[in-house]
């Protein structure tokens, strides 16, 4: 009877989905399932859903609810976390702050200044939680579902020795479209993903040994199939593969989508996830404000229905079971893709088992797929140092490294975003406590100010004399003419 924890089960939606996916694996009907939110109304909602799944299915399992996150993880086997620190206020400031100065973003999650800030929120209250962990249940194995999922996961790896899996459900629902796309079942699809979270590549795409990627290209150059994934499918058409997350998704994380009113009009003109601007913040917003009026699990049926496309309950069925299970999740990169830095965070083919989870061999990423992994990477590595070492200069920095932003501002606007952003989510930040990003001013300069002598090039110098023995030589021409 293992107990699962779930550390963020104010998240109705998210909670239910996975305890209706545990409760429906038949070896885990006789589970503990612990829910564990710092809101007691919505765990309480929680509770009496999951609760009357159990009864109304004449079901083994039981489970209790505490806002006491200690005394949840005690004696856990497994932990899922699926926390968003901040809120609706922290995501709607990351959003509107990040516009006021031009950044526009759609999911405003993981990339931009806002996945920089929901980074310095976040991977704080991760730590304390592994922190708990090591000493309450050291053997647990934490399923991540916390965003942005690169950062956490990397803070996690370099923190802590608790097992761990960073999830999320790009490359099975994508995997649905691409299917779709060319009128195939997902289950004829042989497939290789890798890269990192929010930009992992489709690397294979086979049917019965036959490369599928020519239909698919074929296809999106058809108006019809580009028109609702165009930022996915020009990448495709100048990158040559294709990426597991949404258009609006990849909008976020490269600097040629949202840059200018031009090219958001031309690629992210679509709805939702498609393009359009605030999209996650919006309908975060429209979420929220409908459960903070009524219980929304009240009315939802409690009849079990095959899994979700979710892997936790698929991993934690492995591991009581010993069966495999092959899935993609975020770990560490020890090897695994040879052209990114080792200690990031890559997302991968693993194995679960009885032994554990496996990380597979990828090796090399297409060099212009590893590049553009790289740009984001880089923000991920200075993000994670800044919360370690609590560095607003290095969570300025990161910020500035990230492709759309430094597209689109200078360094001091970047700045000034950055120092605007941080005073506005205070209240979330209690790890910068005292700490504050300085200003630096632009540099007035008089009329008539005279630069000071620097030393001369050594290129230039080489110019230099070059100009000065053609003027000789025309000199000497000059004269001999004259003659």
């Not at 090219?263 to 996830?273: E, R, V």
């Not at 941080?422 to 100010?449: D, M, V």
């Not at 290129?459 to 004269?479: N, Y």
């Amino acid at each position: 009877m293992p107990r699962i924890v779930f550390i963020g089960a104010g998240s109705l939606v998210f909670t239910k989905v996975l305890a209706m996916d545990i409760l429906a694996t038949p070896i885990l009907r006789e589970s503990e399932l612990v829910l564990m939110s710092r809101t007691a109304e919505k765990l309480s909602w929680s509770r009496a859903f999951v609760q009357r799944v159990i009864e109304d299915n004449g079901l083994q399992a039981a489970v209790w609810a505490t806002t006491d996150r200690r005394k949840a993880l005690e004696g856990a086997d497994y932990v899922i976390t699926m926390l968003g620190v901040g809120g609706l206020d922290a995501f709607q400031k990351d959003y509107e702050l990040s516009l006021k100065y031009g950044v526009d973003l759609c999911i405003a999650n993981d990339g931009g200044p806002a996945g920089v800030m929901r980074a310095a929120r976040t991977i704080p209250v991760m730590l304390e939680i592994v922190r708990d962990m090591e000493e309450l249940c050291p053997g647990a194995l934490l399923l991540n579902y916390v965003n942005p999922m690169s950062p956490v996961c990397i803070a996690i790896g370099r923190s802590s020795s608790i097992p761990f899996v960073g999830l999320c459900h790009g490359v099975q629902t994508t995997l649905g479209l691409i299917a779709a796309y060319l009128q195939l079942n997902k289950s004829e699809i042989d497939f290789l993903a890798a890269g990192i979270n929010h930009m992992c590549w489709f690397l294979k795409l086979e049917k019965e040994g036959q490369d599928l990627y020519p239909q698919l290209r074929e296809r999106f150059e058809r108006p019809e199939y580009y028109l609702p994934e165009k930022v996915r499918g020009e990448t495709l058409r100048h990158f040559g593969y294709f990426m597991t997350e949404s258009s609006g998704h990849l909008s976020d994380y490269l600097p040629y989508f949202r840059k200018n009113r031009e090219a958001l009009k031309l690629y992210c003109d679509q709805p939702g996830f498609g393009g359009e601007s605030g999209a996650a913040p919006k309908n975060y917003e429209r979420g929220t404000r409908l459960f903070r009026s009524r219980n929304y699990l009240a009315d939802e049926s409690s009849k079990l229905a095959p899994r979700s496309v979710e892997y936790g309950s698929y991993i934690i069925e492995a591991r009581e079971t010993g069966r495999p299970f092959a899935f993609n999740g975020n770990v560490l990169n020890q090897g695994s893709i040879n052209n990114l830095p080792g200690g990031c965070c890559v997302e991968i083919p693993l194995t679960a088992d009885g032994g554990g989870l496996q990380a597979h061999m990828v090796g090399d990423l297409p060099p212009q797929l590893a590049a553009l992994c790289q740009t984001n990477v880089n923000v991920h590595l200075l993000v994670v140092e800044a919360c370690l070492k609590k560095n607003l200069e290095l969570l300025f920095q990161a910020m500035a490294l990230d492709p759309l932003t430094s597209a689109v501002l200078s360094l001091k606007q970047i700045r000034d975003l950055a120092i605007e952003l941080i005073e506005a989510e205070r209240p979330y930040l209690s790890h910068f406590k005292g700490r504050h990003l300085q200003p630096r001013p632009a540099i007035h300069i008089p009329a008539g100010t005279e630069p000071v002598k620097n030393p001369l090039d050594p290129a230039l110098a080489v110019v230099h004399h070059l100009q000065s023995l053609a003027k000789k030589a025309s000199g000497q021409g000059s004269e001999g003419r004259r003659e």
